[in-house]
Protein backbone atom coordinates (compact mmCIF):
# COMPACT_ATOMS: atom_id res chain seq x y z
CA UNK A 1 0.00 0.00 0.00
CA UNK A 2 1.20 3.62 -1.02
CA UNK A 3 0.19 5.36 2.15
CA UNK A 4 -1.02 9.17 2.12
CA UNK A 5 2.25 10.72 2.29
CA UNK A 6 3.72 8.87 -0.97
CA UNK A 7 0.56 10.05 -2.85
CA UNK A 8 0.24 13.49 -1.56
CA UNK A 9 4.19 13.86 -2.52
CA UNK A 10 3.55 12.68 -5.99
CA UNK A 11 5.64 9.55 -5.48
CA UNK A 12 2.50 7.08 -7.01
CA UNK A 13 4.17 6.62 -10.04
CA UNK A 14 7.89 6.40 -9.26
CA UNK A 15 7.06 4.07 -6.62
CA UNK A 16 4.67 1.62 -8.81
CA UNK A 17 7.86 1.91 -11.36
CA UNK A 18 10.27 0.25 -8.59
CA UNK A 19 8.28 -2.18 -7.97
CA UNK A 20 7.55 -3.03 -11.60
CA UNK A 21 11.67 -3.00 -12.30
CA UNK A 22 11.75 -5.11 -9.27
CA UNK A 23 10.16 -8.08 -10.59
CA UNK A 24 6.90 -7.60 -9.22
CA UNK A 25 3.47 -8.17 -11.68
CA UNK A 26 0.64 -5.92 -10.05
CA UNK A 27 -2.62 -8.70 -9.66
CA UNK A 28 -4.78 -5.83 -7.93
CA UNK A 29 -4.92 -2.08 -7.87
CA UNK A 30 -6.92 0.61 -6.05
CA UNK A 31 -7.13 3.99 -5.27
CA UNK A 32 -9.02 4.71 -2.21
CA UNK A 33 -9.48 6.85 0.94
CA UNK A 34 -9.32 4.55 3.87
CA UNK A 35 -11.96 6.33 6.44
CA UNK A 36 -10.91 6.64 10.45
CA UNK A 37 -12.76 3.22 11.06
CA UNK A 38 -11.51 1.60 7.84
CA UNK A 39 -8.06 2.48 8.67
CA UNK A 40 -8.75 1.10 12.45
CA UNK A 41 -9.95 -2.00 11.43
CA UNK A 42 -6.82 -2.82 8.95
CA UNK A 43 -4.28 -1.84 11.40
CA UNK A 44 -6.89 -2.99 14.62
CA UNK A 45 -4.07 -5.52 15.58
CA UNK A 46 -2.29 -2.39 16.61
CA UNK A 47 -5.09 -1.35 18.75
CA UNK A 48 -3.43 -1.55 22.32
CA UNK A 49 -0.15 0.04 21.28
CA UNK A 50 0.64 3.92 21.94
CA UNK A 51 0.80 4.89 18.44
CA UNK A 52 -2.77 3.10 17.23
CA UNK A 53 -4.43 6.24 17.04
CA UNK A 54 -2.01 8.78 15.48
CA UNK A 55 -1.52 5.70 12.68
CA UNK A 56 -5.55 5.85 12.24
CA UNK A 57 -5.73 9.29 11.79
CA UNK A 58 -2.52 9.84 9.71
CA UNK A 59 -3.85 6.75 7.28
CA UNK A 60 -7.21 8.28 6.86
CA UNK A 61 -5.64 12.03 6.11
CA UNK A 62 -5.77 11.46 2.44
CA UNK A 63 -5.66 9.25 -0.73
CA UNK A 64 -3.58 5.38 -0.83
CA UNK A 65 -2.80 3.06 -3.30
CA UNK A 66 -3.70 -0.56 -2.71
CA UNK A 67 -2.12 -3.05 -4.12
CA UNK A 68 -1.64 -7.29 -4.55
CA UNK A 69 1.68 -7.97 -5.93
CA UNK A 70 2.89 -11.43 -7.15
CA UNK A 71 6.38 -12.96 -7.51
CA UNK A 72 8.26 -15.63 -6.20
CA UNK A 73 9.70 -15.29 -2.26
CA UNK A 74 7.33 -12.00 -2.74
CA UNK A 75 7.05 -11.35 1.14
CA UNK A 76 10.67 -11.17 1.74
CA UNK A 77 11.97 -9.88 -1.73
CA UNK A 78 9.10 -6.77 -1.46
CA UNK A 79 10.33 -5.90 2.64
CA UNK A 80 13.66 -5.40 0.59
CA UNK A 81 12.79 -3.20 -1.80
CA UNK A 82 10.89 -0.96 0.37
CA UNK A 83 13.55 -1.02 3.29
CA UNK A 84 13.52 -0.53 6.73
CA UNK A 85 11.03 1.31 8.41
CA UNK A 86 12.61 4.19 9.49
CA UNK A 87 14.16 6.08 6.02
CA UNK A 88 17.20 7.04 7.92
CA UNK A 89 18.14 3.45 7.87
CA UNK A 90 17.03 2.06 5.05
CA UNK A 91 19.37 0.91 2.17
CA UNK A 92 20.11 3.10 -0.31
CA UNK A 93 17.72 2.85 -3.57
CA UNK A 94 14.95 1.27 -1.52
CA UNK A 95 11.83 2.86 -1.40
CA UNK A 96 11.66 4.16 1.68
CA UNK A 97 15.43 5.65 1.45
CA UNK A 98 14.41 7.38 -1.59
CA UNK A 99 10.60 8.43 -1.21
CA UNK A 100 9.66 8.61 2.70
CA UNK A 101 10.36 11.27 5.57
CA UNK A 102 10.41 9.93 8.86
CA UNK A 103 9.40 6.54 10.42
CA UNK A 104 6.06 7.61 10.74
CA UNK A 105 5.11 8.79 6.78
CA UNK A 106 7.06 6.18 5.96
CA UNK A 107 5.68 6.14 1.85
CA UNK A 108 4.68 2.31 1.99
CA UNK A 109 3.24 -0.38 3.48
CA UNK A 110 4.60 -4.15 3.16
CA UNK A 111 3.14 -7.50 4.75
CA UNK A 112 4.99 -9.31 7.05
CA UNK A 113 3.90 -12.86 6.20
CA UNK A 114 2.30 -14.50 3.76
CA UNK A 115 -0.35 -15.18 5.75
CA UNK A 116 -1.01 -11.38 6.48
CA UNK A 117 -0.35 -10.85 2.91
CA UNK A 118 -3.48 -12.94 2.46
CA UNK A 119 -5.39 -11.35 4.83
CA UNK A 120 -4.29 -7.32 3.82
CA UNK A 121 -5.14 -8.51 0.02
CA UNK A 122 -8.19 -9.56 0.64
CA UNK A 123 -9.18 -6.50 3.07
CA UNK A 124 -8.65 -4.14 0.11
CA UNK A 125 -9.94 -6.98 -3.26
CA UNK A 126 -12.75 -9.20 -3.95
CA UNK A 127 -11.83 -12.31 -6.25
CA UNK A 128 -13.71 -10.20 -8.99
CA UNK A 129 -10.90 -7.58 -8.62
CA UNK A 130 -7.83 -9.73 -9.16
CA UNK A 131 -6.30 -10.41 -12.27
Known amino acids: MIKPDGVANGHTGAILEDIIKGGFKIIALKYTRLSK ?9 H ?23 E ?18 KADAGTIRNKYAKSIDANAIHG ?4 E ?5 GSFFFTAFERF
Open 37 to 45: EIAGQFYAV
Open 47 to 69: SERPFYTDLVNFMSSGPIVAAIL
Open 71 to 88: KDNAVEDFRTLIGATDPS
Open 111 to 114: SDSD
Open 116 to 120: NAQIE
